[in-house]
């Protein structure tokens, strides 16, 4: 019986291993956040190697992504990531949008919420480890860009509106 159980279940891992990810491999630029932001070269390279895999259109995908079902584990993180922040169409985004963002940026790095702790596990993606100096450089770009934004708009315009629903029934 175990034995009947081991075939299946390595039949199973052989099979699942022709359903391959649809990479995330677009390099469009039109929309980055460089196209509309001051992204100094140093904040750039930081974004590169410790957010723009989860965070952008453009993946840099490890060696084990081949395998399944790692590959998809990896995909929904890239998916999730793009959901909540993306650098590669960042500038489509509202203005309250983009300021919110950049809050968000603020608010995640100092509270050591990004890179996300599995990003970095076993070694993995050690460059996007960010020492101190690292997260406050975001840190401070970040805030930087935000003040950016109160300089050139109106206040009312950079909060960010959440629809309002219905009123609640009586």
């Known amino acids: 019986m175990k034995k009947k159980l081991l075939l299946g279940l390595a039949a199973v891992l052989v099979i699942i291993q022709f359903f391959p990810i649809t990479k995330n491999n677009s390099d469009d630029q039109l929309y980055d956040i460089s196209k509309a932001y001051d992204v ?47 650098f ?37 993606h050690s460059g996007a480890k960010l020492s101190a100096e690292q997260k406050q450089k975001l840190i401070t770009w970040a805030k930087a860009q935000m003040d950016t934004l109160k300089a050139h708009y109106p206040a009312d315009s950079l909060i960010l509106k959440r629809p309002q629903g219905p009123p609640p029934a009586h």
């Not at 590169?48 to 995909?75: F, G």
Request: proline share 6%; net charge negative.
């Open 88 to 124: 590669s169409e960042f500038t489509t985004r509202k203005i309250a949008v983009q300021n919110h963002k950049l809050e968000e940026i603020v608010e995640q790095v100092e509270a050591n919420e990004m890179p996300l702790p599995s990003y970095t596990w076993l070694g993995l």
């Open 40 to 86: 100094p070269e140093e904040v750039a390279g930081i974004l590169k190697v410790a957010c723009n895999d989860c965070h952008s259109n453009k993946t840099e995908y490890p060696w084990y992504a081949k395998i399944q079902p790692v590959a998809w584990w990896l995909q929904h993180h890239v998916d999730e990531g793009k959901r909540e922040l993306n």
